[in-house]
Structure formats: C-alpha cells, structure tokens
C-alpha cells in the first residue's frame, strides 16, 4: 500500500507561483513513476506532468501537457519518494484540484486525496 501525502496549494493571482510536494509513505513498494494530474469543475481528469525511471532526475523521462510547458516544472527525489511541481505563471484556467499519482514497478496505480489550487484575482 502506498500513501501519498499531498501539500502546497492555495489561492494565488494570476501570474504567481506555487509549489505543490508530495510524499509517498508507509510503503516498501518501489515507485517507479510519480506525478500529477488535475480535475476542474466539470471537466475530466487531466495529465499535467510525470517523472518517470532513471535514479535521479537528471536520467527521468519528464511528460507536460502542452498547456503548462515552459511554466511547470516537475521533479523528483528518489530517496524521499518525494515529487515536486513548480508551477509559475499562475493563469486562472490552471485552477483545479490537483492529484498526486503514483505508479509502481509492480504496474500499481495510486492516488493522493488532491489539493486545491486556485488561480484568481
């Protein structure tokens, strides 16, 4: 079984940055890849970045939807079962609540509880 511990979002005006963490515990399982994904109101769950393989981020494989490359920035801390999303330049239509995931090298899916992230003047 593996926990993901969700924290960082918050409200912040368009143009600002936040940082989301979260933190993969109470697990032996190895993960093999970790990200995020979001949900607005009345749309679908989305990608918006995943880091995957390697043993460091430097050797990870790094995916971004098309709408937040050049602001987000993902990365990982294999040691810590820990990723990051860096996310700057704030629009109003990355408002969401954002879901850590987590996938192991057993191909098990896993889900934090998500954090909202609103983006508003």
């Known amino acids: 079984q593996v926990q993901l511990v969700e924290s960082g979002g918050g409200l912040v005006q368009p143009g600002g940055s936040l940082r989301l963490s979260c933190t993969a515990s109470?697990?032996?399982?190895?993960?093999?890849?970790m990200g995020w994904y979001r949900q607005a109101p009345g749309k679908q769950r989305e990608l918006v970045a995943l880091?995957?393989?390697?043993?460091?981020?430097?050797?990870?494989?790094?995916n971004y939807a098309d709408s937040v490359k050049g602001r987000f920035t993902i990365s990982r801390d294999n040691a810590k079962d820990t990723v990051y999303l860096q996310m700057n330049s704030l629009k109003p239509e990355d408002t969401a609540v954002y879901y850590c995931?987590?996938?192991?090298?057993?191909?098990?899916?896993?889900w934090g509880q998500g954090t909202q992230v609103t983006v508003s003047s």
């Open positions: 109470r697990s032996t399982l190895r993960i093999y890849a």
């Open positions: 995931y987590s996938r192991t090298y057993t191909s098990d899916q896993y």
């Open positions: 880091i995957s393989g390697g043993s460091t981020t430097s050797d990870s494989i790094t």
